[in-house]
Structures are given as structure tokens and as C-alpha cells.
Antibody
Framework: QVQMQESGPGLVKPSETLSLTCSVSGGSVSSGVYYWSWIRQPPGKGLEWIGY???????KYNPSLKSRVTMSVDTSKNQFSLNLRSVTTADTAVYYCASVGLGEHDFDYWGQGNLVTVSS | QSALTQPASVSGSPGQSITISCTGTSSDVGGYDYVSWYQQHPGKAPKVMIYDVSNRPSGVSIRFSGSKSGNTASLTISGLQAEDEADYYCSSYTTSTTWVFGGGTKLTVL
């Protein structure tokens, strides 16, 4: 069973870059079996899909965030990462990493979430 | 892409049944049978309860069921229990090969 855990700073200043990493165990980020996704949830609000990366570097992003998002995979550490540039207070949220199985369309495994606050 | 539309809240008494709707467009809910439903308790990560409109993952109670008609999907919980009190989110794969979530529904068990 795949397990995931997010890590990264809990506080980011406005206009800077938010960087998070998701460490994966119980599965390989380069196995080609999963789409590795990021999803966020502002405090007290709903979920928003940010995007995914597939093991060979294929990415797909939410059109509303596409201009500021980059995702990458580090196969040597079995991790994948999220960079969100030029953040504002509206980017304050719990950020989850999650997986979608190849040929599937639901998020079956989730990390526990990482709260990132954007504030000066 | 716009968020799918869910009622903000629903409630029911123990033992009763409730239904949560999730309305989208022909580009998401109506385009594929790829609607999933997630249960989220406070401070916890979401958990998939229904996938591909009406399929239950292993370990999910048979009290949870899903359906779809046109651009609207529904989650029904029968025999309500106190532990069902949580937020519920629908999600759909889209014709743009992205995903979109609903705004969430707070279920209160009276």
C-alpha cells in the first residue's frame, strides 16, 4: 500500500515561491503505475486540484494555476515536488499530495496534508 | 474550469437516508462515468468512498452508494450513523484531462 507524506515550510512570504515535497513509500514514483497529484484546501473551504506529474515528467496543471506551477520528480529519493511561484495570501491552504492509479480516475492514496500560510 | 455544485449542508437523523447532489456540465460529470466521492473528517485527509460513479472501494460500507443522471451525480448514505458526520466532496475527471472538485457538503447527523 502506498503511503505519502508532505514536507516543507509552513510559512512563505508574499511574492515568494512555495515549495513542497511528497515522499512516497510502498511504491515507486518511477513505476509508471500512478499519476502523482497535488491538491489544496484553503482553511474552511473546499478542495482544489492543482495538477499531476507522471513518472517520465509528463505534467498537467489546473488552468487557473498553470502559469505559476511547476512539478517535478526525484526518482533517487522517491519523491515528487510542487513549486508555486508568486504566492499571495489566497494561496494559504493545506496542501495534499495524492495518487491516481493508471487507468483510474479517483485519488486513492493521500498524504496527511501540510498547512502553508502566506504572510509577511 | 468551474467547481462542481453541491449543497452546502444536509442533515438527517440516525437510521435515515440522505442524498447529496453534485451538478456539473457535459465537460465533466456528464462527459464520463468518472465521478468519485470523498469523506473528510475535521483535520483529516479525504478518503475515497465511491469511484467511477457507483463503485465502492474495499472496506467502504455498503450503506454508501452512488449514481448519475446526465450532468448530476448523487451520493446516498443509508442507515445514517453518527460516524458519517463529515464533509463530503464530489470530484470528476474532465474532457480536458484535468480534475474538478465540488464545493463540499457538510453532513450533520442530528
Amino acid at each position: 500500500q502506498v503511503q505519502m507524506q508532505e514536507s516543507g515550510p509552513g510559512l512563505v512570504k508574499p511574492s515568494e515561491t512555495l515549495s513542497l515535497t511528497c515522499s512516497v513509500s510502498g511504491g515507486s514514483v518511477s513505476s509508471g503505475v500512478y499519476y502523482w497529484s497535488w491538491i489544496r484546501q484553503p482553511p474552511g473551504k473546499g478542495l482544489e486540484w492543482i495538477g499531476y506529474i507522471y513518472d517520465d515528467g509528463i505534467t498537467k496543471y489546473n488552468p487557473s494555476l498553470k502559469s505559476r506551477v511547476t512539478m517535478s520528480v526525484d526518482t533517487s529519493k522517491n519523491q515528487f515536488s510542487l513549486n508555486l511561484r508568486s504566492v499571495t495570501t489566497a494561496d494559504t491552504a493545506v496542501y495534499y499530495c495524492a495518487s491516481v492509479g493508471l487507468g483510474e480516475h479517483d485519488f486513492d492514496y493521500w498524504g496527511q496534508g501540510n498547512l502553508v500560510t502566506v504572510s509577511s | 474550469q468551474s467547481a462542481l455544485t453541491q449543497p452546502a449542508s444536509v442533515s438527517g437523523s440516525p437510521g435515515q437516508s440522505i442524498t447529496i447532489s453534485c451538478t456539473g456540465t457535459s465537460s465533466d460529470v456528464g462527459g464520463y462515468d468518472y465521478v468519485s466521492w470523498y469523506q473528510q473528517h475535521p483535520g483529516k485527509a479525504p478518503k475515497v468512498m465511491i469511484y467511477d460513479v457507483s463503485n465502492r472501494p474495499s472496506g467502504v460500507s455498503i450503506r454508501f452508494s452512488g449514481s448519475k443522471s446526465g450532468n448530476t451525480a448523487s451520493l446516498t448514505i443509508s442507515g445514517l450513523q453518527a460516524e458519517d458526520e463529515a464533509d463530503y466532496y464530489c470530484s470528476s475527471y474532465t474532457t480536458s484531462t484535468t480534475w474538478v472538485f465540488g464545493g463540499g457538503t457538510k453532513l450533520t447527523v442530528l
